[in-house]
């Protein structure tokens, strides 16, 4: 099993950046995606999460700027109106489930490398 991240870099406030999660190895729809970051100093954050229903579930600070989807064996997160706040190592994760996701970092089994984003104000 191994995620594959790409998508991050340097954007100014009020940029939009679109992050891709490449699942090889594995089928997604045995599996609860999810979109973590963590910023210098911080601890990890839950930001967005889909079950295998394609119900989706958003950290406060994201709800209504990021957008979580899956294509086949890919996860993306669209991430809309972005502020100096949001820069951090974002990572993708995965758990072998059927139930409603969480977010919570300790309930997936496999995580990507990470890859940074940068808003400059």
């Known amino acids: 099993v191994q995620l594959v991240e790409s998508g991050g870099g340097l954007v100014h406030s009020g940029g939009s950046l679109r992050l891709s999660c490449a699942a090889q190895?594995?089928?997604?729809?045995?599996?609860?995606i999810a979109w973590f970051r963590q910023a210098p100093g911080k601890e990890r954050e839950g930001i967005s999460c889909?079950?295998?229903?394609?119900s989706a579930n958003y950290a406060n600070s994201v709800k209504g700027r990021f957008t979580i989807s899956r294509v086949q064996n890919t996860v993306y997160l669209q991430m809309n109106s972005l502020s100096p706040e949001d820069t951090a190592v974002y990572y993708c994760?995965?758990?072998?489930?059927?139930?409603?996701?969480?977010?919570?970092?300790?309930?997936?089994?496999?995580w990507g490398q990470g890859t940074q984003v940068t808003v400059s104000s």
């Open positions: 994760a995965v758990r072998y489930s059927f139930r409603p996701c969480v977010l919570d970092r300790w309930e997936y089994d496999y």
């Open positions: 889909s079950d295998n229903s394609g």
């Open positions: 190895h594995m089928n997604l729809d045995y599996y609860a």
